[in-house]
């Protein structure tokens, strides 16, 4: 069977929050266990602060490529909270408010209400404020919250990407990309999608390894090649975890004429590490 070509999976994380320092970002790292989980991987991530010029730039970015994107923060109703809003305008597109985004946030509204044991007024001033936050780019479709029911979107964009958006609290973003990941992408997940096999080179310099690592790139198309260089670890000292990874076949064969070159060199190792 033929798999579906694995999109490039893309983070945009937006908040003054994180680009001050106030908040350190924990969106990345659980996203990549998301993708590593599911045999897949982020291809690329950016940080932008709350300035809507810079988002909206990002966004049509996004858009006009063919990658499946992850958006997390500024999808409220507060004035510091612009995504919604670049987002329609890097699409091209009016804002609109979602038929079910309207009925889920009411829905919200009344629970809390009962909750708080006040009546439900929903031509309230403060409540009607709170649909702002159905208003999506005309043609979204939303994507569940099952913390609070208030949900993010999903939009299409011109070159076939689809951005997804999430709320920053992790609590709500998180349950929603993995319910994105398992309800749009599972065609592509796969176990066995790559493996990483390399070995600890002591006291090298990787300027003298190069000519190796491309030789075997270049021997082995779909295979990367990886060197990380450590100056001072614990137990190993100066020190490069030599590597390659890709697909498991194709990785194994490349992994082979990396040892094979390497005895060329006259080095001392450490182990050999699989992943």
């Known amino acids: 069977m033929t798999l579906p070509m694995t999109p490039t999976f ?4 937006i908040g003054d929050e994180i680009m001050s320092g106030k908040r350190q970002d924990k969106h990345m790292p659980k996203v990549v266990e998301f993708m590593n989980t599911r045999g897949l991987s982020l291809g690329w991530a950016e940080y932008v602060g709350d300035s809507p010029e810079r ?3 990002t ?18 109703a507060t004035p510091d909270d612009h ?15 979602h038929p079910e985004a309207k009925r889920l946030i009411r829905e919200r509204m009344q629970d809390t209400a009962k909750e ?15 649909l702002n936050m159905g208003t ?21 964009g011109p070159g076939g990407a689809m951005v997804h958006f999430v709320p920053g609290f992790p609590v709500m973003a998180w349950p929603m990309i993995e319910s994105v990941l398992d309800t749009h992408y599972s065609a592509y997940f796969r176990q ?9 080179v002591l006291g090298a310099m990787e300027a003298t390894l190069t000519p190796l690592m491309e030789s075997i790139e270049a021997a082995h198309p779909g295979v990367k090649v990886f060197s990380l260089p450590s100056v001072d670890h614990p137990q190993w000292g100066r020190h490069i975890e030599l590597g390659v990874k890709g697909e498991p076949a194709h990785a194994d064969q490349a992994y082979l004429t990396l040892r094979q070159g390497l005895q060329a060199f006259s080095l001392e190792y450490g182990p050999e590490l699989v992943r």
Do not use: M, W
């Open 116 to 130: 708080q044991g006040l009546p439900f007024e929903p031509e309230r001033a403060d409540n009607l404020h709170r």
């Open 83 to 97: 995504t919604r809003q670049c987002a329609a305008q890097a699409l091209g597109v009016p804002l609109a408010l």
């Open 55 to 57: 988002i909206t730039a």
């Open 59 to 76: 966004l049509r970015r996004a858009f006009a490529s063919a990658d499946a994107v992850f958006c997390c923060g500024g999808i409220g």
């Open 10 to 13: 893309g983070l945009i994380i």
């Open 136 to 156: 999506f780019p005309q043609g979204a479709a939303i994507i569940p919250n099952p913390y609070n029911k208030i949900p993010g979107f999903s939009c299409t």
């Open 192 to 200: 066995d999608a790559y493996v990483e096999k390399s070995v600890i």
